[in-house]
């Protein structure tokens, strides 16, 4: 497609479940990025992907948070035993250059 | 650590007149600055960017100005228009490492709303 695309784009879950979010760059970008943005808040840095070396994954908060990136392109979040306090939108972004180009982000409520 | 930081959080400005979004940054070795703009429900989006061994870079209606002395950067709007109600963003591209990572850091954001 023409930009990065983010599915679902919300996500109802129950205290405890595990989910999984979708991100599809934009086709030939070879750096993938996901941020978690709490409401009014601003944007936390989870996992970066550069092409096929290993992902930086400083970001993810806590071991029930893992991401993968199959094959250079889409990437999975996936967030186990989810919380109340994961709720927030993931968004997720490719680069070229020295920008970065968003999807509109997968807002997950965990009740 | 690294910080990029707003200080101010909410602005509100009339329409017409001209907006100043303020940000500052920790890290001396970024050599890379974007400003970006995120409406209601969407991804934050480029506006426009400055590099290191600039201090001022002019887009349509938006300046961006850098001073490394302070580690300050901000965002001026003219004639700000309704369009213009959105949250911004600064955001530092760190140094560059083997293999091409690179961190970006982002600040908390401003809302700024417009008058009409």
């Known amino acids: 497609g023409a930009g990065v695309s983010q599915s679902p784009s919300n996500k109802v879950t129950e205290k405890g479940k595990d989910v999984e979010l979708r991100c599809d760059p934009i086709s030939g970008h070879t750096a993938l990025y996901w941020y978690r943005q709490s409401l009014g808040q601003g944007l936390e840095f989870l996992i970066y992907f550069q092409g096929n070396s290993a992902p930086d994954k400083s970001g993810l908060p806590s071991d029930r948070f893992s991401a993968e990136r199959t094959g250079g392109s889409v990437s999975t979040l996936t967030i186990q035993r989810t919380q109340q306090e994961d709720s927030a939108v993931y968004l997720c972004?490719?680069?070229?250059?020295?920008?970065?180009?968003f999807g509109s982000g997968t807002q997950l409520s965990v009740l | 650590g690294e910080s990029v930081g707003l200080h101010l959080p909410t602005l509100s400005v009339q329409e017409g007149d001209n907006s100043i979004i303020n940000c500052a940054y920790s890290n001396s070795a970024s050599d890379y600055f974007i400003w970006y703009k995120q409406e209601s429900g969407k991804g934050p989006q480029f506006i426009i960017d400055i590099r290191s061994n600039m201090d001022k870079r002019q887009g349509q209606r938006v300046t961006v100005l850098l001073n490394k002395t302070v580690k300050h950067l901000s965002l001026q709007i003219a004639a700000t228009q309704p369009g213009d109600s959105a949250v911004y963003f600064c955001?530092?591209?760190?140094?560059?490492?083997?293999?091409?990572?690179?961190?970006?850091?982002f600040g908390t954001g401003t809302k700024l709303q417009v008058i009409p």
């Open positions: 972004a490719s680069k070229n250059g020295q920008k970065l180009f």
């Open positions: 955001a530092e591209n760190g140094v560059v490492y083997s293999g091409g990572y690179q961190k970006v850091t």
